[in-house]
């Protein structure tokens, strides 16, 4: 039982490259979602799915396209890659959504750096 | 707008002691609060979650109560180990998109 994986786990972006990182989860949830996290700024939800087939914007969606490809997997494109993106992304699953209702549970994360 | 505070941002104390972290929020209206541990270069551990019907939870060596008529949250962590040092963050839920504290950063030295 691995829980929430993501790959890569480093990358190094040029501006205005594109990457895909993913994220798969084998605990059988419903909700999945993508944080970015920075120094002095928390954690911020970018993009999260409720459930198999939607996908829903947080609160910096900006810059940032999501594919739910299935239950298990969760996906997070960088079209065309700023400096402003250079983030710790994380991954994170849940029974569902709304509110907390259920533990979050997350993964190990991606440190990505555009130059 | 939620907006949530954990304070103090830092704690370095020596083995042995309880520690009282704590974490405030604007809005009451939530569902629950979930207190989370962070190491060094990894992901988020969960710790506990607190139903907002709930007003406290325990697992171990923690507590974590919940008041939300006055906006508060408090992680007790008692007999502190150096095993327990790592930035340890609450989350609020009360809408789809939950909110976040920046953390307490904590040490504890031998």
């Known amino acids: 039982n691995a829980g929430v994986t993501q790959t890569p786990k480093f990358q190094v972006l040029k501006t205005g490259q594109s990457m895909t990182l993913q994220c798969a989860q084998d605990?059988?949830?419903?909700?999945m979602y993508w944080y970015r996290q920075d120094p002095g700024m928390g954690l911020r939800l970018i993009y999260y799915?409720?459930?198999?087939?939607?996908?829903d914007k947080g609160e910096v969606p900006n810059g940032y396209n999501v594919s739910r490809l299935n239950k298990r997997e969760f996906s997070l494109r960088l079209e065309s890659a700023a400096p402003s993106q250079t983030s710790v992304y994380f991954c994170?699953?849940?029974?569902?959504?709304?509110?907390?209702?259920?533990?979050?549970?997350f993964g190990p994360g991606t440190r990505l750096t555009v130059l | 707008k939620q907006e949530v505070t954990q304070i103090p941002a830092a704690l370095s104390v020596p083995e042995g002691e309880n520690l009282v972290l704590n974490c405030s929020f604007t809005?009451?209206?939530?569902?629950?609060l979930q207190w989370f541990r962070q190491d060094p270069g990894k992901g988020l551990t969960s710790l506990l979650l607190i139903q907002s019907s709930q007003r406290e939870q325990t697992s171990g060596r923690l507590n974590a109560s919940l008041d939300k008529s006055s906006g508060r949250s408090t992680l007790y962590i008692a007999a502190s180990q150096p095993g327990d040092s790592a930035t340890y963050l609450c989350?609020?839920?009360?809408?789809?998109?939950?909110?976040f504290g920046r953390g307490t950063s904590l040490i504890v030295h031998p």
């Open positions: 799915s409720a459930s198999e087939g939607t996908t």
């Open positions: 989350a609020v839920g009360g809408s789809y998109i939950p909110t």
């Open positions: 994170a699953s849940s029974l569902t959504s709304g509110g907390l209702k259920n533990e979050q549970f």
């Open positions: 605990m059988n949830h419903n909700s």
């Open positions: 809005d009451s209206a939530i569902y629950n």
